[in-house]
Nanobody, 123 residues
Framework: VQLQASGGGSVQTGASLRLSCVTSGLTFSNYAIGWFRQPPRREREFVAAITWHGDSTSVANSLKGRFSVSRANTKNTAYLQMDSLEPDDAAVYYC?????????????????WGQGTEVTVSS
């Protein structure tokens, strides 16, 4: 099983990025996908998650209105749209797959993890 997160980069405050998470080796539509991030010198934190058919999503309260999550099951890909980026959004962003299809905030519930993609935001 592989999850490949991509789309990170270095942007200025106010910019947008869309991260992608391409999976292989699993039946994508059977898994919920979560996005987490780990800022420098801080704990990993929940960002967003989407159920296996995309009928329900969850976004961290502090990110609502700027971040959104979606998926394309035909492409085995999930996305994290990030708008109005701020310096505090700088982190390594990870995607993860959870086999019970729940959009949970609990990182311990996720079965598979990608390698992360880095986002830096300059003011």
């Amino acid at each position: 099983v592989q999850l490949q997160a991509s789309g990170g980069g270095s942007v200025q405050t106010g910019a947008s990025l869309r991260l992608s998470c391409v999976t292989s080796g699993l039946t994508f539509s059977n898994y919920a996908i979560g996005w987490f991030r780990q800022p420098p010198r801080r704990e990993r934190e929940f960002v967003a998650a989407i159920t296996w058919h995309g009928d329900s999503t969850s976004v961290a309260n502090s990110l609502k209105g700027r971040f959104s999550v979606s998926r394309a099951n035909t492409k085995n890909t999930a996305y994290l749209q990030m708008d109005s980026l701020e310096p505090d959004d700088a982190a390594v962003y990870y995607c993860a797959a959870e086999r019970f299809g729940l959009a949970t905030k609990d990182f311990k519930a996720y079965d598979y993890w990608g390698q992360g993609t880095e986002v830096t935001v300059s003011s």
